[in-house]
């Protein structure tokens, strides 16, 4: 049997937090939001217990090694003071960490359905074209292999309807609430409410999916415009400029006898940029790379 210490905490701490569970309702969203598999209560009571082993952890590890790093007694005041400081330091720590995991799961999950966010949608409109059944569509969607968030989202809908028994229109809003995507929310939404008011899913797919084409091509049109920016930055600096002034070290080299700038040589200067200054700016544009839209 796998191990799961989550239970093991739920079944110390379970009676002693019946009053603090409310308290943790945005983590019991976002547990949902990030398909994080673990029952609520037991979450809570495991993110309790981890803080009072770190706290217990940091006091006791900090009492023992204190006095020999900063030497001073073991029980003075001083360790007492400083190994508590470093126990409230390790739970907080450890609180911050698990009560920010699913929000962080939930982020993760977001991402991959915004890139494949046009696909979905011209899947979707692709088959309400074809008279497919609107629980087959979903069905088929849950079945989507290469795109796992994709598929956990739309898999939730068929499990509520399959085992629970919901209804799909129903299920389909539920889980809608509960996608970390807003855009896919929206258009699950706007699916639902279009069946009701008795309107085309098809059109209403149709509409959306060029719509999303259409924002996602001024995206990568901006994001190419940029890139060309970024482009001419890099060959300025890491190409034009790196040139300039080897050539102009070399000749204040060649000129001045060696002598260079603030007390160093042109050669010193000479390596300072060859394996310091391009590195660094290098570092820089990749940072700055990284940041734009994949």
């Keep these: ?168 229109m129903t299920s389909i809003v539920d889980n809608a609430k509960l996608t970390p995507n807003p855009e896919l929310r929206e258009i699950l939404l706007g699916y639902v409410a279009t069946v009701r008011t008795g309107g085309s899913p098809t059109e209403y797919l149709k509409v959306i999916s060029n719509q999303i084409t259409k924002e996602r091509i001024s995206k990568l049109d901006l994001m190419l415009e940029s890139l060309s920016a970024m482009a001419e930055i890099y060959i300025m600096v890491l190409v034009a400029t790196p040139l300039l002034f080897v050539v102009l070290f070399a000749t204040l080299g060649m000129i001045g006898g060696g002598a260079g700038f603030g007390g160093l040589s042109m050669g010193t200067l000479l390596y300072l940029l060859t394996y310091l200054g391009i590195p660094v700016m290098g570092a820089i544009m990749m940072v700055m790379l990284s940041t734009f839209e994949k």
């Design 1 to 168: 049997m796998k191990f799961e210490p989550w239970l093991k905490a739920y079944d110390l701490l379970n009676k002693k937090l019946t009053k603090v569970y409310p308290r943790f309702e945005e983590v019991h969203v976002s547990m949902k939001k990030g398909g994080v598999f673990i029952a609520f209560k037991a979450y809570v009571a495991f993110m309790m217990l981890m803080t009072m082993v770190a706290f217990v952890a940091g006091m006791v590890v900090s009492f023992v090694l204190l006095p020999f790093l900063l030497h001073f007694p073991h029980l003075s005041a001083n360790n007492f003071l400083f190994s508590l400081i470093i126990g409230v330091a390790a739970s907080t720590i450890t609180m911050f960490a698990m009560y920010s995991y699913p929000g962080m799961k939930a982020s993760n999950r977001k991402k991959p359905i915004d890139n494949n966010l046009p696909y979905i949608a011209n899947f979707l409109t692709l088959l309400s074209s074809s008279n497919v059944p609107p629980s087959m569509i979903f069905k088929s969607m849950a079945k989507i292999d290469t795109l796992t968030p994709v598929k956990l989202e739309f898999g939730n809908i068929v499990r509520d309807v399959e085992v629970f028994g919901s209804d799909l």
